[in-house]
């Protein structure tokens, strides 16, 4: 059992599967984290025939890689029209601005999701400008999106940039709803957006306000071993994908490969911390996405959207 980080770039994920594989002969991995990362990796598991799990790759494409890679997060089609449907029946939203990162698969997957699913609705993308992970000065995009008048702008990016974009939204006087996907899911979100983050809105895989018991227990027991730190979605998934990789090794008559991917195959109606867990034949979860508000003392629950 190997888990994969979310540091490095994708060719170093490639390399490190090859090597996890062909040299430490590993029987599954538990990882990658990133869309991107996991787009690179996963080819690699699948030509040797090692089952991986992907706590949060939420991009389509990967599963569709091979039949011994896996994800316990839901994919960007549903998160894309979770919170289309939010912004057109919640915020009442008509006309949307686009700020994507090109340098992410996730990011440009889901925001093609959700602005497909948004044109459904009868809601109009006014604008679709782009920036790249790394950037510090989003200010030319954010003046010329200003200047279309969006009523909201969704930014499917990680909290890195786009708590730096939303500072730099209100430092321009650009004060319209923000919403994101679960890239948004981090403590460090407030810290770098500070006040101008506050308020707005992203999807999630969970809420740490649930009264579930075994999400009560798991924060508890997080707490307890991380100095009071609430646990992010990326912390509960990454629980729940190794719960459920070690269920599956459990079951197995034997440790190997083949037999360990049959049995995470087989995983129905598994009681996690990000909720009931299905796995169908395509290797994706199927289960229910939360809508969260930022809030400087945690994000807030707003909504709960079923498949």
Same mark, same amino acid.
């Not at 996405?289 to 930022?294: P, T, Y």
């Given at each position: 059992l190997i888990s994969l980080d979310d540091q490095g770039k994708a060719e170093e994920a490639n390399a490190?599967?090859?090597?996890?594989?062909?040299?430490?002969?590993?029987?599954?991995?538990?990882?990658?984290?990133?869309?991107?990362?996991?787009?690179?990796?996963?080819?690699?598991?699948?030509?040797?025939?090692?089952?991986?799990?992907?706590?949060?790759?939420?991009?389509?494409?990967?599963?569709?890689?091979?039949?011994?890679?896996?994800?316990?997060?839901?994919?960007?089609?549903?998160?894309?029209?979770?919170?289309?449907?939010?912004?057109?029946?919640?915020?009442?939203?008509?006309?949307?601005?686009?700020?994507?990162?090109?340098?992410?698969?996730?990011?440009?997957?889901?925001?093609?999701?959700?602005?497909?699913?948004?044109?459904?609705?009868?809601?109009?993308?006014?604008?679709?400008?782009?920036?790249?992970?790394?950037?510090?000065?989003?200010?030319?995009?954010?003046?010329?999106?200003?200047? @279309?008048?969006?009523?909201?702008?969704?930014?499917?990016?990680?909290?890195?940039?786009?708590?730096l974009i939303a500072r730099q939204a209100q430092q321009l006087g650009l004060k319209v709803p923000l919403m994101g996907g679960d890239g948004w899911d981090s403590a460090k979100l407030v810290e770098i957006g500070q006040d101008a983050i506050i308020g707005n809105y992203f999807s999630n895989h969970y809420t740490s306000e649930s009264q579930d018991p075994i999400v009560v227990d798991f924060i508890k027991k997080f707490k307890t071993r991380y100095n009071n730190e609430t646990p992010d979605a990326l912390a509960t998934l990454g629980y729940d994908a190794a719960r459920i990789l070690i269920a599956a090794i459990q079951r197995a008559k034997e440790p190997t490969p083949q037999l360990i991917r049959d049995e995470i195959a087989k995983t129905k109606d598994f009681q996690a911390v990000t909720?009931?867990?299905?796995?169908?034949?395509?290797?994706?979860?199927?289960?229910?996405?939360?809508?969260? @508000?930022?809030? @400087?003392?945690?994000?807030?629950?707003?909504?709960?959207?079923?498949?």
């Open positions: 490190a599967v090859t090597r996890l594989v062909t040299q430490n002969k590993v029987v599954a991995l538990l990882g990658e984290v990133a869309s991107s990362r996991s787009l690179a990796a996963a080819p690699i598991a699948q030509q040797h025939k090692i089952p991986m799990i992907s706590p949060s790759s939420t991009n389509p494409k990967v599963t569709e890689i091979g039949d011994y890679i896996f994800r316990v997060c839901f994919i960007d089609p549903f998160q894309g029209t979770v919170m289309a449907k939010f912004a057109t029946d919640t915020l009442k939203v008509k006309k949307v601005a686009i700020f994507r990162d090109v340098k992410s698969d996730y990011s440009v997957g889901l925001a093609n999701f959700f602005a497909e699913k948004f044109k459904e609705l009868g809601g109009e993308i006014i604008a679709d400008l782009s920036y790249q992970s790394g950037d510090m000065d989003f200010n030319g995009q954010l003046t010329e999106l200003k200047s @279309k008048n969006p009523e909201a702008i969704f930014i499917p990016g990680y909290y890195t940039e786009v708590g909720g009931k867990i299905t796995l169908n034949e395509q290797r994706n979860a199927i289960k229910s996405a939360v809508v969260v @508000k930022v809030d @400087k003392t945690g994000n807030r629950f707003v909504t709960t959207v079923v498949p």
